[in-house]
């Protein structure tokens, strides 16, 4: 090696090894991560997007790791490199909070707007659910176009999408009515817990996955 441990030696310089104790310290502190992370995710496990879930994961490991091997060379011991880092972990800490506020306040801005959406979608689901299973009849058909109607305003470019590729499939008598219809439905509850997840970019809203669909 060209960089060998006995040049940086000669140099004066040292090499310190994490112990035992930091080492347990992020270990314990990334399973906390990691837990958290799969405690939050929204309960439609077949539109979840396993990529951006791994990258959070892997994301907060490695600012636990770069956070505990800063502190481990300010002092080899944890308790004193805490000490130092106060500071500068209590700008940190002030910095988080502000983000945290700024999120919750956008929140609580956006939930009567959220709480709307699923009502709407509770209703779409209940008119879907009472349409015939051929197409050509209207039974329950006034109640399925007023419930997409009102949904409309809330309702995103994805649903969209998908509502009117099943209306043409319905229109041309390709498929089953009420299944399309509660295909519509059942994406209007995942694009609810897109909407609602704490953690964005975790729900892809992808038909295929969902067997109704199909």
């Known amino acids: 090696m060209a960089f060998s441990i006995r040049r940086v030696k000669k140099l ?7 112990r035992k104790v930091q080492i347990l310290v992020g270990v314990m502190l ?10 939050s995710l929204p309960p439609v496990s077949s539109q979840l997007c396993r990529l951006v879930v791994a990258i959070y994961c892997s994301a907060g490991v490695l600012i636990i790791a770069a956070a505990i091997y800063f502190l481990h060379l300010i002092d080899e011991y944890f308790f004193g490199s805490l000490r130092t880092a106060a500071p500068l972990g209590a700008v940190f800490v002030a910095i988080v909070g502000l983000f945290a506020y700024l ?28 349409l015939p299973t051929s197409p050509g009849t209207d039974a329950h058909l ?14 995103d470019a994805n649903l969209e999408s998908i509502h009117s590729k099943f209306v043409y499939l319905d229109e041309h008598h390709s498929g089953n009515m009420r299944d399309n219809a509660l295909c519509v439905a059942r994406m209007c509850r995942v694009m609810v817990h897109a909407s609602w997840s704490v953690i964005p970019g975790l729900v892809a809203e992808d038909p295929r996955q969902e067997p109704i669909c199909q």
């Open 103 to 130: 999120i919750s306040a956008e929140r609580e801005a956006r939930r009567p707007f959220l709480d709307k959406q699923l009502e709407d979608c509770v209703r779409l689901a209940e008119a879907a659910a009472k």
């Open 142 to 155: 006034t109640n399925w176009e007023d419930a997409w109607n009102r949904l409309s305003i809330f309702s």
């Open 30 to 39: 990334s399973f906390t991560w990691i837990a958290g992370v799969l405690i």
């Open 12 to 18: 004066g310089l040292t090499i310190r090894r994490p």
